[in-house]
């Protein structure tokens, strides 16, 4: 079974920098591609960023593109969202998720961490 567990969120002011972590186990790390994904209060989860398995591709939703970036350390079995510039419409619970090489959809999802930008 594969565990994912976020850490790094926080209280910030805008303008700032988070980075956040996943932490991936019970898989083989690199059959893995990674997202991030973030819900709002009220609203529904979406997604925010991803990494291809061989960490050669990344894709970002135009909101954060240019703030945020995605990276992977198959080392560490770690993932990571460095996020700068934040905004306060970047407060959000952000999860991470992991799907097997070739799936659609996500298969797995950490247990979220939140994220609060003060204006």
């Known amino acids: 079974q594969v565990q ?4 790094g969120g926080g209280l910030v002011q805008a303008g700032s920098s988070l980075r956040l972590s996943c932490a ?3 898989g083989t790390f690199t059959s893995f591609g990674f997202g991030w994904f973030r819900q709002a209060p009220g609203k529904d989860r ?3 960023a991803a990494i291809h398995w061989t960490a050669g591709k990344t894709f970002y939703a135009d909101s954060v593109k240019g ?3 995605i990276s992977r350390d ?3 079995n770690t993932v990571y969202l460095q996020m700068n510039s934040l905004k306060p419409e970047d407060t959000a619970v952000y999860y991470c998720a992991a799907r097997h090489v070739g799936s659609r959809d996500y298969d797995y999802w950490g247990q979220g961490i939140q ?4 204006s």
């Open 74 to 76: 198959n080392a560490k």
């Open 67 to 69: 703030r945020f970036t």
């Open 4 to 7: 994912l567990v976020e850490s």
């Open 46 to 48: 979406d997604f925010v």
């Open 24 to 26: 991936a186990s019970g």
């Open 115 to 118: 994220v609060t930008v003060s």
